[in-house]
């Protein structure tokens, strides 16, 4: 996994205005977790956003450099965004060793040129397992895992017993599951048939919309974080 530098404050006062004040300053809370206990901080938004929106994303390792002059090593464990304008409200990390095996999400990407069986025959490629577990040591965790579909035919199908990572790395999950596969293709008359059925009178329900203001939203996250820091 890529490795990242982030500077980060300790963050000695909390409550809703302090997060607020913050938020103001371009800065965010967050918490970093090791062994039961926790360490109040704060970093800057535009790079903790940054980092999720490389390549590596929320597998990236980072390099928390704290104002003390400490430093840990961390991944994203978890953060908030605000549902209204999908700003970063909270950030939560988890601090690792880079000498002990961790297990992380790591998502499934399809490669390769178009599958045969959808090219010649008309198929229909399914991309059904888009993440697998992963254990291994930090550092050869890889960003993602990739699976080359070219050659699949129809009915022809890629499972998690198929894929090929390095030496000192686990794939957890079950080696049956089906990651892609070429299904034959659908007829106007079946496709017709589904389309109907899914537009069947009462059938269909209306989506319920919640709006909450966003100053509601913000205290309920900063309780959920001033929470976790107590335990």
């Not at 490669?111 to 040591?137: A, N, S, W, Y």
């Amino acid at each position: 996994m890529e490795k990242v530098n982030l500077k980060a404050e300790l963050r000695e006062m909390a409550g809703k205005g302090i997060a607020r004040k913050l938020r103001s300053t371009g800065k965010i809370p967050a918490i970093v977790y090791k062994g039961g206990k926790s360490t109040p901080l704060m970093v800057d938004r535009k790079e903790i956003v940054k980092i999720l929106s490389s390549e590596a994303g929320e597998q990236a390792l980072i390099n928390l450099q704290i104002g003390d002059g400490s430093e840990k090593i961390a991944i994203i464990r978890d953060y908030q965004l605000d549902p209204i304008n999908g700003e970063m409200l909270h950030a939560d990390f988890f601090e690792i060793s880079l000498k002990e095996k961790i297990r992380m999400t790591v998502p499934v990407v399809v490669v390769g040129k178009e599958p045969v069986g959808v090219k010649q025959k008309g198929g229909i490629l399914q991309h059904i397992t888009r993440d697998v577990e992963i254990e291994g040591l930090p550092t050869i965790i890889p960003e993602r895992v990739e699976v080359d579909a070219s050659a699949l035919d129809v009915g022809d199908s890629i499972h998690v017993r198929d894929i090929s990572v390095k030496e000192g790395l686990r794939v957890l999950a079950d080696g049956e599951m089906v990651i892609v596969s070429v299904i034959p293709p659908i007829s106007e008359g079946k496709l017709e048939e589904i389309l109907t059925a899914a537009t069947v009178p009462g059938e269909m329900k209306e989506p319920e919309l919640v709006k909450k203001p966003k100053e509601a939203v913000e205290e309920k996250v900063e309780e959920k974080a001033e929470k976790k820091t107590e335990k």
